[in-house]
Structures are given as C-alpha cells and as structure tokens.
C-alpha cells in the first residue's frame, strides 16, 4: 500500500513516558515571549479571548497565537490559507520538506515547518521545544492521555466534537481552526468560496445528482480498503452530488477504513467507483479475476486516480480549502469521460 494513505497506521506513543521531558524542553518562558509579535497578517486581536469547543472538552485562547504546531494530517492547509506557517507539522506522505503539494508549495516558500511526528504518532519534545503558544489537531485520532500532555505544553483544539476521527467536514476543521486564530470572517470567506466551486459542478452536472459513488484503495493483491462515506475522500465527490450505496455504508458502519478482499467486491459496485493508488496497484486490481467480473469494470465505470504524477489522489485525501480546487480541477475531466 502506498505510504500515508490512510490515517492513523502506526502506533501510538507512550506519551506519559515522555511527558516529563516534553515539560522540560518547554521552559524558558522569557525566550518565548522574545518571540515575533508581529501577529499574523489578517488576525482580528479584537476576537481573543476565544473558546473552542472540542472533543475533549473546551479550550479557551487568551491572545492572537504567533507561534502554531498542526497535528492534524492535514490541518497545515488551512493554517497557511489564513495567513500563517506553522512551525511545526506531522508527516502523512513522506511528503518533507513540504514542498511537494502543488497546491501548498508556495505558501510554504523557503520555510518549511519543523516535523514533529508521523501521523497520530507525537515527538512530544521537538513540539515542547519549538514553544508553541497554539497546537491544532482537527484531522487526527489524538487520543485523550496525549491531549493531556500536550495541553502542558500549549493551548490545544482536539479534533471536533460529535464527528468520529477523521470524520469530521472540511467545513467544520477550517471554521475551527479560524477561529482558534482569530480569523473567522477569513474563515468563512474560504468556505464560501469552495462552497462556490462544488455549486458549480453540481449545476454543470445534474445528472450526478443521486448517482452512487464509492471509493477504495488496493494496496496488495486481492485485498482493498473502501472508506467511509464521512471520509474526505468520498465527501469531496458527494459535494459534487453523488451519494453512496445502501451496501456500502452497512460495510463501512462507524469505520472510518474498513478492509477487504476481492470477495467483497460487490460493496464496491456503484454507478461510479473510484480507486487510489498507484500504477502498480492499479494494474493488480484490473488483473483480479474477481474484478474483472464486476459490473463497474465491465462497464467501465471505474475511475484510477494517483497519488503522485499528478498529485490527484493526495488532493482528495488531504480535502482542503487548498486541495480541493486542484482536485476539482483534475477529477472533473475524468468523471466526465465516463459515460
């Protein structure tokens, strides 16, 4: 399997043990308070104090943040559109230095973030030692004993309330994040625009409308992984009118991944089904006996979008105000080459 696809692969930390040093690394108040005080281009320093509700309670911040860590896979996005690098980010892609992304590469310019972990996995002593005033978590699976550790360290926004890990609308994750910064009628600008560019297409394309779509990823002969109907990557396609399968949402249930073989599939079948992945992948999938009996391949209904060359498949699984026109813009084309 393609490397960095799917959230929340690896294991977790034991983040108690390394709570006493994340604690040591982050004194020196007096160097922190030496740093920018610039603010952020855009920030509203009227809005502060400001509270954001999360999934593990509440945080209250007191002040314009200068100094942001993002541990969500793909919350560096929307920071960046408001106007702010972080300083520090996880990897999900092995995509460092973070100029990969051609949707990001130039907010990022010559001053890529510190990485301070891989996916849900924390090195809590390079976050404690970068002095964060503000760390974001939206896209992520932080689990409560690391919430705790890091709220020793900053101000942390947990993923959202009321949505499962990685469950959560890019709406919801960019309206948080702006206004954990300060910066809400940004905010609200961004996703009205996106909100824009879906209308279109569905006003282009009302014959997409109720069409059924499912989306999945080889990564080894005979088995998939299909995600779920609350996963970015299916949302981004259901905002362009299509919806998913009976079959398929009972297969998925809560998951937000579920993994399969070729016997299942028939949870696949759809009037549209997309698959990530790569050209290796692609090419097990088509030579699968089992594939090749399904009506989506016979009919040549499936759509193959990669990871890399271009960066199509990444676009929809990162699903932000900054992937998501690029990702329009590349899967459009191809949605409408099926007939």
């Known amino acids: ?27 020196g108040g007096d160097d922190a308070d030496k740093a920018d005080k610039g603010g952020e281009p855009g920030a509203a320093a009227g809005a502060f104090p400001v509270t954001v509700e999360h999934k593990y309670g509440s945080t209250t911040i007191t002040a314009q943040p200068k100094k942001v860590v993002t541990l969500g896979l793909s919350d560096q996005d929307a920071v960046l559109a408001l106007g702010v690098k972080p300083v520090g980010a996880v990897d999900w892609f ?67 309330k009321g949505a499962e890990d990685y469950q959560a609308t890019w709406q919801v994750m960019t309206k948080q994040i702006g206004k954990a910064l300060g910066k ?34 080889p990564y080894e002969p005979g088995k998939f992984s299909a995600f779920s109907p609350k996963d970015p990557k299916v949302i981004f396609l259901s905002e362009m009118g299509f ?23 028939d949870v696949m079948e759809a009037d549209r089904t997309v698959w990530l992945g790569n050209s290796e992948t692609e090419a097990a999938m088509k030579a699968d006996p089992l ?5 989506v391949y016979q ?19 990162f699903n932000t105000v900054l992937s998501i026109p690029y990702a329009i813009d590349q899967v459009v084309p191809k949605l409408e080459a099926i007939k």
């Open 94 to 160: 092995k995509e460092q230095p973070y100029g990969k992304w051609p949707w990001a590469k130039d907010l990022w310019g010559s001053t890529p973030p510190q990485v301070v972990g891989e996916r849900d996995e924390y090195n809590m002593e390079k976050i404690a030692a970068l002095k964060p005033d503000l760390i974001i978590a939206q896209y992520s699976g932080m689990k409560k004993e690391q919430y705790d550790t890091l709220s020793k360290i900053a101000k942390v926004v947990a993923q959202p």
């Open 184 to 217: 809400d009628a940004e905010s609200d600008k961004l996703v009205a625009g996106i909100d824009a560019r879906f209308k279109a297409v569905r006003d282009k394309h009302p014959e997409w409308k109720g069409k059924t779509v499912t989306v999945g990823e």
């Open 1 to 27: 399997m393609p490397f960095g696809t799917r959230p929340g692969l690896l294991p977790r930390v034991a983040v108690a043990a390394a709570a006493a040093l994340a604690l040591t690394a982050c004194g």
């Open 243 to 265: 919806t998913t399968p009976e079959a398929y949402r009972t297969a998925l249930g809560k998951e937000n991944v579920a993994d399969l073989s070729s016997e299942r599939l």
């Open 299 to 317: 009919e040549k209904r499936d759509l193959f979008l990669p990871y890399d060359n271009p960066d199509v498949g990444a676009a929809l699984s």
């Open 291 to 295: 594939y090749q009996k399904t009506k």
